[in-house]
């Protein structure tokens, strides 16, 4: 017994000074990104300025480039095409409160990536703070800016703020969209909802990576039993990372108030019946043809569960119209303040 107790003590000290080293290392790895962004930013910032001072065009980089390679071999970065894109983030960010203090927060290439693929400074700053937040890979970072998970994370209708924990606020509003395009269906305009539902199931993969990742499929009219009554949910999916059962309603046809009121009780049935202890409450999202966004919010207002309101397409002809959508400016700000 007293070796056990030495072996399992000796294993907890080991395991102690494991998480210091990786604790450690964190901290250096972010300690040394911030140190190379800042001297980016430095670097940029002169060539910026020498061009404004002394009338040079762009040759400036590729002298620079060939000075610096023949001065530092074995330094990785400092390529004509590199330095150029210093220059431009300083210039792109030099005049904004907010950007400067945050691109030390992200590594240089998912900085570059959201500095040429975004334009607008409140855009920048989402997809900053939202890299940063949740760690994506620059992959992830590419795919959610081609996706507009911008605009669809400012669009969509959900009463998450109201119903959720604070901490689990905005990753279940990236969960939700404002649309979703189903263009990998062949259904015609005119369809049931038992058509829109199989075809879902019959092209799951697609489906799923449309939802936006981190889905699982649970089961397509999942049966519940109320008081001796059968109910069938149209959808239902797992969230990993909310650790949440999502309970999906398929309508063909414009949003109506009473689907609330339905998609509520089932969540409660969820959450009482399937819901495992270790997991977080059940999240519904009601998908429409249409909706009046003034009837949603309406609806949403008096609901005690989470739940989101989103439209399909099957023809992705969407986004031209989400820039007439869009909150204001302030308003922007406003909720990006909570992205940190």
Known sequence: MGNNLINEDYRDFIGEIKNKIRNSQYEAMKAVNKTLINLYWGIGQEIYNQQQEKGWGKSIVEVLAKELKREFPDVQGFSARNLWRMRNLYVEYKDSEILPPLVAEISWSKNVTIMEKCKEPLEREFYIKMTKK???TKDVLINNIENKTYEKYLLNQTNFDETLPDKYVNQAKLAVKDEYIFDFMEL???????????SLVNNMRAFLEEMGGNFAFMGSQYHLNVGGDDFYIDLLLYHRSLKSLIAIELKIGEFKPEFVGQLQFYLTALDKQVKMEHENPSIGIIICKSKNRTVVEYALSDSDKPIGVSTYQIRDTLPEQMKNLL?????????LEGLK
């Open 327 to 335: 909150p204001s400016p302030e308003e922007i700000k406003k909720r």
């Open 188 to 198: 015609s305009e005119q369809h049931s909802e038992r058509e829109l539902e199989e």
């Open 134 to 136: 949740y760690g994506w």
